[in-house]
C-alpha cells in the first residue's frame, strides 16, 4: 500500500514494478494524482547542499531527472537552465564558496560568480545603486533547472499503471490496522484493503495520516505560496533565489514568470493567499528584476509544508512494524522524488535501509544526529 498519490508516491511504485518486479501494489490518493504539494511548487531541481546527506540524495535525484523523459517515455520538459543563489554580503558569499567547494569536491559542477561575471550570467539582475540588501554574487550551478511537475506525476503513473499498480483516486486513508505492532490494512471509502506493508507519502497532510496509526511526527505544517505573472516573450534564462527574506523566480516554457517566497510563519492546513507574502515575494524579486514591475500578476495558489525542526526530510521506518515514511521535506521534496521513489522502493522490496535514506531517520531527533543543512530555504529556527 502506498497511501498518496504524488510524485513521490507515484515514484516509488514505479520504481517497485520497474527496479522489483513488484507489482501487487496500491496506490490510494485522496483527491487527484499529483493534486497535491506536486501541483503547488514551483518546480525547481538542483542539489547545491552543503551536508553530505542532502547533496548526495538531491545530486543523484538530479542525474536521475536527466535521463528520466526517456526512462517513462513522458516529456517532462526537463530544463537544466542553471540555478542562481544570490548572496547579500561578503559573510554570505564566503558560506556559498564554502558550499561550492564541497559540491566540486564530491564531483558536481558549482561556481561563484560576482561583478561583471555575474551580470553576464544574467543580463536582467540589476546590480546597480543603494538596496537595503546588496547583491555581492552568487553560486551558481548549472545542472540545476526546472522539471514540469505535473508531467512528472503522469509520468510515474502512466508507467506504474501500465505495469498493473493499482491506482485509486478519491480515495482518502480513513484509518490505519494494526495488530500484534505490524501493520495489517489500510480503511478507506471503497473500503479495507489488507497489506503486509505501507508507505505513508502525503506531503502537506503528514501528521493527520500518521495519527491515523498512533504516531506523532516532529514536524510543523506552514503554509508557503508563489504566484505567476502574464506570459511574455523569453526574457530569463535562468531560475534565480533572492536570499533575504526569500524570493525566486523562473519563467516558463509558455512565457509566464513563477515567483515563490518564504514561508507564511504561522502553522496552517488552510490552503490560501496572503496579499502580504505576495508583497514581500514581489518586492523582492522587482529589486533585482526591474521589468517585472511592468507585468500583471494572473494567479497565485499555496501549498502546505512540512517541515521538521532541522528543516530536513523525515524517511524510512516507524515503530510500526512493515509501516514506512516519507514526510517533512519543507521546500526541498519536489526535486528529490526520483531519489526517494528509487530509494523507498529499494526499502519496500528488500527490507534493506539504504544508505541515502540513512541520515534521515526518524528517530535521529532522539539520537542526536540532526541534519540542519544549509540551501533548503527560509526557516528562521535554524538561523
Known amino acids: 500500500m502506498i497511501v498518496g498519490g504524488g510524485g513521490h508516491g507515484l515514484a516509488t511504485a514505479h520504481y517497485l514494478a520497474a527496479n522489483h518486479g513488484i507489482t501487487d501494489v496500491a ?7 499529483g493534486g497535491g504539494n506536486t501541483a503547488r511548487n514551483t518546480t525547481i531541481i538542483r542539489s547545491d547542499y552543503l551536508l553530505n546527506a542532502s547533496f548526495e540524495l538531491k545530486n543523484f535525484a538530479l542525474g536521475i531527472w536527466a535521463e528520466l523523459t526517456r526512462e517513462l517515455n513522458f516529456n517532462l520538459m526537463y530544463e537544466p537552465r542553471g540555478y542562481v543563489d544570490l548572496a547579500h554580503s561578503d559573510g554570505e558569499l564566503e558560506h556559498f564558496t564554502l558550499r561550492a567547494n564541497a559540491m566540486r569536491l564530491r564531483g558536481a559542477e558549482a561556481s561563484i560568480l ?12 540589476d546590480l546597480t545603486g ?3 540588501f546588496p547583491v555581492v554574487g552568487a553560486l551558481v550551478q548549472e545542472a540545476g533547472g526546472v522539471v514540469r511537475h505535473d508531467a512528472v506525476a503522469w509520468g510515474f503513473a502512466r508507467r506504474a499503471g501500465g505495469a498493473g499498480v493499482h491506482i485509486f483516486q478519491n480515495c482518502p486513508a480513513t484509518g490505519i490496522e494494526i495488530e500484534n505492532g505490524r501493520i495489517a490494512a489500510v480503511r478507506t471509502p471503497l473500503g479495507r484493503i489488507a497489506c503486509g506493508q ?18 506523532e511526527l516532529p514536524i510543523q505544517s506552514i503554509n508557503v505560496q508563489a504566484c505567476v505573472t502574464e506570459p511574455v516573450k523569453p526574457a530569463l534564462d535562468a531560475v534565480v533565489n533572492y536570499n533575504s527574506g ?24 488552510a490552503r490560501r493567499g496572503s496579499f502580504e507574502r505576495i508583497e514581500d515575494t514581489l518586492a523582492r524579486a522587482v529589486q533585482i528584476l526591474p521589468f517585472l514591475s511592468r507585468l500583471r500578476l494572473m494567479r497565485h ?9 532541522d528543516g530536513n526530510a523525515l524517511v524510512g521506518r516507524t515503530p510500526v512494524e512493515g509501516l514506512m ?20 522502493a529499494e526499502l519496500l522490496a528488500t527490507g534493506r535501509l539504504p544508505d541515502l535514506l ?11 544526529a540532526e541534519q540542519p543543512d544549509a540551501g533548503l530555504g527560509p526557516y528562521p529556527w535554524l538561523h
Open 27 to 33: 496506490v490510494v490518493e485522496a483527491g487527484w494524482i
Open 114 to 125: 560576482s561583478g561583471a561575471a555575474l551580470k553576464t550570467r544574467v543580463p536582467e539582475l
Open 130 to 132: 543603494e538596496k537595503r
Open 198 to 215: 505501507a508507505l505513508i507519502s502525503v506531503a502537506g497532510a503528514s501528521s493527520a495520516v500518521a495519527a491515523l496509526a498512533g504516531i
Open 246 to 269: 526569500l524570493s525566486y523566480v523562473s519563467q516558463t516554457a509558455k512565457g509566464e514568470f513563477v515567483l515563490g517566497g518564504a514561508t507564511d510563519g504561522y502553522n496552517s492546513y
Open 301 to 309: 495558489w499555496s501549498g502546505t509544508a512540512d517541515i521538521s525542526m
Open 325 to 344: 515514511i516519507n514526510a517533512g521535506w519543507g521546500y526541498a521534496g519536489f526535486k528529490a522524488t526520483p531519489a526517494v521513489g528509487w530509494c523507498m
Open 358 to 368: 540513512v541520515p534521515f531517520a526518524l528517530d535521529r531527533f532522539e539520537t542526536g
